[in-house]
Protein backbone atom coordinates (compact mmCIF):
# COMPACT_ATOMS: atom_id res chain seq x y z
CA UNK A 1 0.00 0.00 0.00
CA UNK A 2 1.60 3.18 -0.92
CA UNK A 3 0.73 6.97 -0.52
CA UNK A 4 1.20 9.22 -2.78
CA UNK A 5 4.34 11.55 -2.57
CA UNK A 6 1.44 14.58 -3.08
CA UNK A 7 0.27 15.25 -0.01
CA UNK A 8 -3.88 15.02 -0.21
CA UNK A 9 -6.91 16.87 2.01
CA UNK A 10 -7.57 12.77 3.35
CA UNK A 11 -5.35 9.93 1.67
CA UNK A 12 -7.39 6.82 1.15
CA UNK A 13 -6.59 3.90 0.36
CA UNK A 14 -8.20 -0.11 -0.27
CA UNK A 15 -6.31 -3.70 -0.35
CA UNK A 16 -8.36 -7.12 -0.41
CA UNK A 17 -6.88 -8.89 2.07
CA UNK A 18 -7.08 -13.38 2.25
CA UNK A 19 -8.43 -13.30 5.57
CA UNK A 20 -11.45 -13.32 7.98
CA UNK A 21 -12.31 -10.60 9.65
CA UNK A 22 -11.85 -12.11 12.98
CA UNK A 23 -8.05 -12.67 12.38
CA UNK A 24 -7.93 -8.93 11.19
CA UNK A 25 -9.13 -7.82 14.10
CA UNK A 26 -6.76 -9.94 16.67
CA UNK A 27 -3.91 -8.07 14.94
CA UNK A 28 -4.30 -5.05 17.14
CA UNK A 29 -5.38 -7.11 20.08
CA UNK A 30 -1.86 -6.56 21.91
CA UNK A 31 -1.96 -2.87 20.95
CA UNK A 32 -4.61 -1.26 22.81
CA UNK A 33 -1.93 -0.16 25.08
CA UNK A 34 0.98 0.56 23.07
CA UNK A 35 2.93 3.11 24.02
CA UNK A 36 3.66 4.18 20.28
CA UNK A 37 0.36 3.91 19.12
CA UNK A 38 -3.31 4.23 20.34
CA UNK A 39 -5.66 1.56 18.71
CA UNK A 40 -9.38 1.20 19.39
CA UNK A 41 -11.71 -1.30 17.65
CA UNK A 42 -15.65 -0.76 17.06
CA UNK A 43 -17.48 -3.56 15.10
CA UNK A 44 -15.88 -3.44 11.56
CA UNK A 45 -13.81 -0.19 12.24
CA UNK A 46 -10.20 0.23 13.86
CA UNK A 47 -8.92 3.43 14.60
CA UNK A 48 -4.62 3.98 15.15
CA UNK A 49 -4.04 7.18 16.79
CA UNK A 50 -0.18 8.23 17.64
CA UNK A 51 -0.19 9.22 21.64
CA UNK A 52 -0.58 12.04 23.36
CA UNK A 53 2.91 12.48 24.34
CA UNK A 54 3.93 12.58 20.79
CA UNK A 55 0.89 14.37 19.36
CA UNK A 56 0.48 17.51 18.34
CA UNK A 57 -2.19 19.86 16.66
CA UNK A 58 -1.70 18.19 13.10
CA UNK A 59 -0.71 14.36 13.69
CA UNK A 60 -3.21 12.13 11.74
CA UNK A 61 -5.17 9.47 12.39
CA UNK A 62 -5.78 6.33 10.68
CA UNK A 63 -9.19 4.98 10.13
CA UNK A 64 -9.63 1.23 8.61
CA UNK A 65 -13.30 0.02 7.62
CA UNK A 66 -13.04 -3.91 6.84
CA UNK A 67 -15.95 -5.46 4.45
CA UNK A 68 -16.18 -9.20 4.25
CA UNK A 69 -16.91 -9.80 0.24
CA UNK A 70 -18.53 -12.60 -1.47
CA UNK A 71 -15.47 -14.43 -2.11
CA UNK A 72 -13.82 -15.33 0.87
CA UNK A 73 -11.73 -11.85 0.46
CA UNK A 74 -11.50 -9.05 3.20
CA UNK A 75 -11.63 -5.53 1.46
CA UNK A 76 -10.08 -3.12 3.66
CA UNK A 77 -10.22 0.78 3.04
CA UNK A 78 -7.99 3.05 4.74
CA UNK A 79 -8.66 6.64 5.19
CA UNK A 80 -6.12 9.03 7.18
CA UNK A 81 -7.20 12.28 8.22
CA UNK A 82 -6.68 14.86 10.98
CA UNK A 83 -8.22 14.45 14.61
CA UNK A 84 -11.95 14.98 14.26
CA UNK A 85 -11.82 17.82 16.18
CA UNK A 86 -9.08 19.37 14.13
CA UNK A 87 -11.47 18.70 10.73
CA UNK A 88 -14.23 20.00 12.51
CA UNK A 89 -12.72 23.13 13.57
CA UNK A 90 -11.72 24.23 10.04
CA UNK A 91 -14.91 22.68 8.66
CA UNK A 92 -16.61 25.31 10.89
CA UNK A 93 -14.28 28.09 9.76
CA UNK A 94 -14.17 27.87 6.18
CA UNK A 95 -17.92 27.91 7.11
CA UNK A 96 -18.09 31.12 8.58
CA UNK A 97 -15.48 32.81 6.22
CA UNK A 98 -17.86 31.37 3.56
CA UNK A 99 -21.31 33.44 4.88
CA UNK A 100 -19.39 36.38 6.14
CA UNK A 101 -18.36 36.50 2.28
CA UNK A 102 -22.27 36.17 0.79
CA UNK A 103 -23.71 38.51 3.67
CA UNK A 104 -20.93 40.97 2.25
CA UNK A 105 -22.08 40.10 -1.12
CA UNK A 106 -25.42 40.62 -0.54
CA UNK A 107 -24.62 44.03 1.77
CA UNK A 108 -22.60 45.12 -1.57
CA UNK A 109 -25.31 44.27 -4.49
CA UNK A 110 -27.88 46.19 -1.78
CA UNK A 111 -25.72 49.47 -1.57
CA UNK A 112 -25.00 49.14 -4.82
CA UNK A 113 -28.91 49.34 -6.18
CA UNK A 114 -29.35 51.90 -3.56
CA UNK A 115 -26.53 53.92 -4.90
CA UNK A 116 -24.64 54.20 -1.96
CA UNK A 117 -21.18 53.93 -0.70
CA UNK A 118 -20.04 50.45 -1.04
CA UNK A 119 -16.44 50.61 0.60
CA UNK A 120 -17.26 48.53 4.34
CA UNK A 121 -18.55 45.39 2.02
CA UNK A 122 -15.76 45.20 -0.23
CA UNK A 123 -13.03 45.87 2.18
CA UNK A 124 -15.06 42.46 4.41
CA UNK A 125 -15.33 40.89 0.91
CA UNK A 126 -11.65 40.88 0.62
CA UNK A 127 -10.82 40.73 3.91
CA UNK A 128 -12.41 36.78 4.20
CA UNK A 129 -10.51 36.22 0.93
CA UNK A 130 -7.50 37.01 2.54
CA UNK A 131 -8.99 35.08 6.03
CA UNK A 132 -9.48 32.16 3.67
CA UNK A 133 -6.66 32.20 2.04
CA UNK A 134 -4.35 32.14 5.58
CA UNK A 135 -6.50 29.39 6.70
CA UNK A 136 -5.96 27.42 3.40
CA UNK A 137 -2.28 28.42 3.64
CA UNK A 138 -1.92 27.07 7.87
CA UNK A 139 -3.78 23.82 6.63
CA UNK A 140 -1.35 22.90 3.88
CA UNK A 141 1.82 23.19 6.19
CA UNK A 142 -0.45 21.45 9.19
CA UNK A 143 -0.44 18.47 6.87
CA UNK A 144 2.98 18.73 5.46
CA UNK A 145 4.09 18.98 9.73
CA UNK A 146 1.99 15.42 9.86
CA UNK A 147 3.07 13.98 6.59
CA UNK A 148 6.14 12.12 9.25
CA UNK A 149 3.07 10.40 11.16
CA UNK A 150 1.12 9.30 8.15
CA UNK A 151 3.92 7.25 6.95
CA UNK A 152 4.61 6.47 10.12
CA UNK A 153 1.57 4.78 10.92
CA UNK A 154 1.38 3.17 7.21
CA UNK A 155 4.30 1.34 8.47
CA UNK A 156 2.35 -0.09 11.29
CA UNK A 157 -0.01 -1.25 9.76
CA UNK A 158 1.84 -3.11 7.14
CA UNK A 159 4.08 -4.58 9.79
CA UNK A 160 1.18 -5.79 11.18
CA UNK A 161 -0.07 -7.55 8.02
CA UNK A 162 3.13 -8.69 7.23
CA UNK A 163 3.15 -10.91 10.70
CA UNK A 164 -0.39 -12.27 8.82
CA UNK A 165 1.70 -13.39 5.98
CA UNK A 166 -0.27 -10.84 3.95
Do not use: N
Not at 19 to 43: A, N, Q
Not at 49 to 67: G, M, N
Not at 138 to 155: A, C, I, P, T, Y
Request: no cysteine.
Amino acid sequence: MEIDQEIVLRPRFQKSLSMTREVFMRLFDGHHSDKHYIVSKVDAHVFIRIPESRSHFWSPELHLEVQEETDGLLLLKGLYGPKPAVWTMFMFLHFLISGFFIAALIWLYTLFTLKKAMELPLIVMILMVLIWVVLYISGRMGRKKGEDQMKELQQFLDSLLETEGV
